[in-house]
């Protein structure tokens, strides 16, 4: 049994690669699931959160790039959510990967608790499954009597990294709200613990902290809200960059367009413009695209008869102008 701590070592997809292929993912919440496969090439699928996430179609985009370059080895299909709160296309798409006999699921969980029931279900199918960016809850995997690697990067690290951006920025006393990620998920609960040691680390005083479910409108109009409350606001922490650009185009409205520090997690590249112009502070790359393939690849790895455990942390890095 192998068990893995360091972090993966492929070759990081550039943000070109992204752009040259996110037109694969693009316009499409989901991709066929029974295109013809042949018989003796393993079938993978991948099962992300919602496309209308620009993170989530990077790592559509990536993962099809990965796929096309090893087409000889491999099958491949995709499926994404509506939204981040569309549990139930997640639990189809397991089912249907299921019935058509996949080798190998990739998994980007939802929800980090119902998602284990489909996915026991999967395992007991002799289904290889992976799952990454968004860690399974550990005692509801106990309680179903799985033992799942998880593949994906150290959120509370990285939201640490972003909320230490801003203390600095700001300094002690600075006052910040949270615009926190979709509570059933397990990196929205991490995002903002690290959030929360940087508050405590700088001495910064936080007026408010709610979820936006990690949608733009939401956070928009969260964020309204927050301005209208608490006026003073001097900086703001959103545990996505989807979010981010919602809390930015509020600023905007309310003419404090660059009065208020911003800083986001996902480094998508909606936000690359915003950082250079000084709406946003910085964000955090966590390589989705890159996160996908490493699944993908380490799938076939235990398809061949290797076996993981515990957490196999990917890379994360903070991103500014």
């Not at 096309?68 to 099958?75: G, L, P, Q, Y």
């Not at 909606?270 to 996160?291: C, F, I, R």
């Amino acid at each position: 049994m192998s068990k893995i701590s360091n972090t993966h070592g492929l070759a990081p997809f550039s943000r070109r690669q992204f752009l040259k292929t996110s037109a694969l993912a693009a316009g499409a919440l989901a991709l066929p699931l029974g295109p013809a496969f042949a018989a003796d090439k393993p079938k993978v699928g991948l099962v992300m959160k919602s496309l209308a996430n620009e993170f989530f179609k990077q790592m559509q985009a990536g993962a099809e790039a990965y796929a096309a370059k090893n087409k000889d080895k491999f099958d491949f299909a995709a499926v994404g959510m509506k939204d981040e709160r569309d549990f139930a296309a997640q639990v189809d798409a397991i089912e249907n990967f299921i019935t058509q006999n996949y080798n190998i699921i990739v998994v980007a969980p939802a929800d980090s608790k119902a998602m284990v029931t489909p996915i026991a279900k999967a395992l007991k199918a002799g289904i290889k499954v992976i799952n990454i960016d968004v860690a399974l809850d550990t005692e509801a995997k106990k309680k179903a009597g799985i033992d799942l690697a998880f593949f994906g990067p150290d959120n509370r690290a990285g939201a640490k990294l972003a909320g230490d951006a801003l203390g600095k920025a700001l300094g002690k006393g600075g006052k910040v709200v949270i615009l926190e990620g979709n509570p059933e998920a397990d990196n929205a609960k991490e995002r903002k613990l690290g959030f929360d040691d940087s508050v405590k680390e700088y001495g910064l005083d936080l007026l408010d902290s709610k979820t936006a479910h990690w949608e733009t409108e939401e956070a928009n109009t969260l964020m309204t809200n927050f301005l209208t409350q608490h006026p003073d606001i001097q900086g703001v922490m959103a545990a996505n960059d989807s979010m981010a650009l919602g809390v930015v185009k509020a600023i905007d409205a309310a003419g404090k367009s660059g009065q208020i520090k911003v800083v986001g997690f996902d480094n998508i590249p909606a936000v690359g413009p915003l950082l250079k112009s000084g709406k946003m502070l910085a964000t955090v790359e966590q390589y989705g695209a890159q996160m996908a393939a490493m699944g993908i690849d380490y799938g076939l790895r235990e398809l061949a008869g290797e076996k993981f455990s515990g957490w196999v942390k990917t890379d994360i890095k903070l991103i500014t102008a």
